[in-house]
């Protein structure tokens, strides 16, 4: 008789986290259900619990790696915020439910602030306010709502209502990526 070997704890972990991506992408956090994903991820309610402390913190743990996962494959770079604004436009292309989870996470729970989420904004503003110092970027904006500014245009085209959408329709997916390089082009004075 064959014995069971549990999977390793970070494999079992990421195996719920891939699981919950889709499930709370698709439902938010009050609509999704544990019992789903854990069946999608071959696991059961326990480990759910055990890994993440219950749907809520599994929710959290999501957001802040696909967040995270962002912030790497698009390092924040002042000395060319408009190319960098492009490179997070792709990024978040390539990746449509990190907009949903984002936005789901601002319906749901808008007083509920991830720690890790919040200290990698800290740093990325941090990281602005040096550029201005420093005279790379203009000083027009407060380094927050610059920072803030350029993000929002990075992922404008996700965030149009479907009355908006449909009229942009026809611009390609190109374009819509120049779009936004000149957008911040221009937001920075160039």
Do not use: C
């Not at 027009?140 to 449909?166: C, D, H, S």
């Amino acid at each position: 008789m064959a014995r069971f070997t549990p999977p390793a704890a970070d494999a079992m972990r990421a195996t719920l986290l891939a699981a919950a991506r889709d499930e709370f992408a698709a439902h938010g956090l009050a609509g999704a259900r544990v019992e789903r994903l854990v069946a999608e991820a071959g696991s059961n309610k326990a480990q759910v619990f055990h890994y993440f402390g219950g749907k809520d913190g599994l929710f959290d743990a999501l957001l802040t790696s696909e967040l995270t996962a962002v912030h790497d494959a698009a390092p924040l770079d002042t000395a060319d915020l408009a190319a960098w604004a492009g490179r997070l436009h792709d990024v978040l292309v390539e990746r449509p439910w990190v907009e949903r989870l984002a936005t789901w996470h601002r319906i749901e729970r808008p007083d509920v602030p991830v720690e890790a989420l919040a200290e990698q904004y800290a740093n990325a503003v941090a990281e602005v306010e040096r550029a201005q110092r420093a005279g790379v970027l203009p000083r027009r904006f407060r380094p927050a709502v610059l920072y803030g500014l350029v993000v929002q245009l990075a992922r404008v085209w996700p965030t149009l209502p479907p009355e908006a959408a449909a009229s942009v329709a026809a611009v390609v997916p190109q374009r819509r990526r120049q779009v936004v390089v000149d957008a911040v082009g221009a937001l920075l004075g160039g």
